[in-house]
């Protein structure tokens, strides 16, 4: 009678610990439809990081290292074009588009109080000091 009670108790407790019940499973993620290549993109990044890192402690040669890198930079290129596509954004800006924003690029070059021109935006001008406009980093 004691031996049946424990075996009762055992397979008791190993139905309870083992019958997981389909209401008690957490839901699944949904799976994006790039996710498959977000994971590539990241596989990639990591091959590149691991290449230099070998390329660096002297495991490969140059031309080995080189044309390594050559051939995941290639892919890598690949993947993202795929990923712009799958997301929508694989269409250039129209022309006018570029073209308003490198006028408006030119235009915030140059200071409007004294006529200075500058290769890159500044937040201030270089030669009277005066704020310039636009959003300059």
């Known amino acids: ?3 049946a009670a424990a075996a009762l ?7 309870f610990t083992l019958g997981v019940r389909e209401k008690d499973l957490p839901a699944p993620v949904p799976v994006s439809p790039f996710q498959h290549l977000d994971d590539r993109k990241a596989q990639i990044y990591e091959n590149l990081r691991d290449l230099q890192f070998e390329f660096r402690v ?3 040669s140059d031309e080995d290292y080189q044309k390594t890198k050559l051939e995941l930079q290639r892919e890598l290129a690949n993947v993202l074009a795929e990923i712009d596509a ?3 954004e694989a269409t250039p800006p129209p022309a006018a588009a570029v073209a308003e924003k490198t006028r408006k690029q030119k235009a915030s070059n ?3 109080h004294c006529g200075a021109g500058f290769e890159r935006a500044l937040k201030f001008c270089g030669e009277c000091g005066k704020p310039m406009p636009g959003d300059a980093a």
């Open 86 to 88: 799958v997301k929508g």
């Open 9 to 15: 108790l055992i397979v008791g407790a190993v139905v």
């Open 110 to 112: 140059v200071c409007p």
């Open 1 to 3: 009678m004691l031996l």
């Open 58 to 60: 002297g495991k490969l």
